[in-house]
């Protein structure tokens, strides 16, 4: 309808975090106060969302040439409709999410966990949210906030931020503190507003590139030991300066693969979807790159024993 007026005051505390207008003597003062916001009114009165809702607002903002996308909002069930849309948005914008405030990982571990979409989804920047100690130093993971269990799985919650006591505006002239992963992720879509001002050049620095530099830069900080039987989990804090002055290295981790062995593809082939001997094979490889900027790549396959030596019962076509 053109009218994005707010009937909940979620997204006016989410909008002053990223943009509360700066040296006016009123209130508080955005992380990117001159940031344009543009308010896309997707949830109902309730706060609840759609996911058909969702994808229209997010191509809506593509459509309108929005260079950060902040979804202070999710689910435990994805849908292929918003996934669509993030996908077009990501050639774009910088897609900044909220991990969600029930306590839980993002897969079982060790027992309970479920993936928070869009936040989960690894184009999507994923928050957890912080809090400092009772002296006021540090930052440490809140107790509510979802927390990401297996590093670079390829479903994940990348970043932790400030997400408690939060000070911004309401409707109405009104400010208030609140507390949530909805907090902590404006928090980074701020920043992400910084980094793309300092590269404005999207042919050259993409979205994936401002991402690692919001990811990757910050603190390596205390999280979580979710068992007794648990390394302790750690994770990047979110630091502005440090996004834009400093550079990550590349991390490439293999994320997962598919094997064809169709029988139209070979004769000795059973289609079973399994490395039987006699079988040529297709085999295709996921690799994703965290987080800093990388070219020339060249990944080799390889037995066991090297890719210098030969195996008896592997021959590689295509190494």
Known sequence: SGDPADDHGHGTHVAGIIAATADNNIGGVGIAYNAKIMAIKAGQYSGILTTVDIAEGIFYAVENGADVINMSFGGYARAQVEDDALATAFAQAVLVAAGGNDGVANVPCPLIGSP????????????MAT???????????????????????????EVMAPGLAIWSTLPDGGYAAWAGTSMAAPVVAAMAVLARTHWPNK???????????LAATGEVRQGITPCSTCQPINYHHADALRALTETPKPELFYEEHWLFDDEADNTPNDGDGRLDAGETVDLALVIRNRWGKATNVIATLSTPSGASAADPYVTFSTA
């Open 131 to 157: 809090h400092a100690n009772s002296d006021g130093e540090g930052d440490y993971l809140t107790g509510f906030s979802n927390w990401d269990c297996v590093p670079d799985n390829g479903i994940e919650y």
């Open 116 to 127: 928070m979409y869009p936040a989960a989804h690894p184009w999507v920047l994923g928050l």
């Open 203 to 213: 042919s050259i620095f993409s979205s994936r590139f401002i991402m690692g530099q």
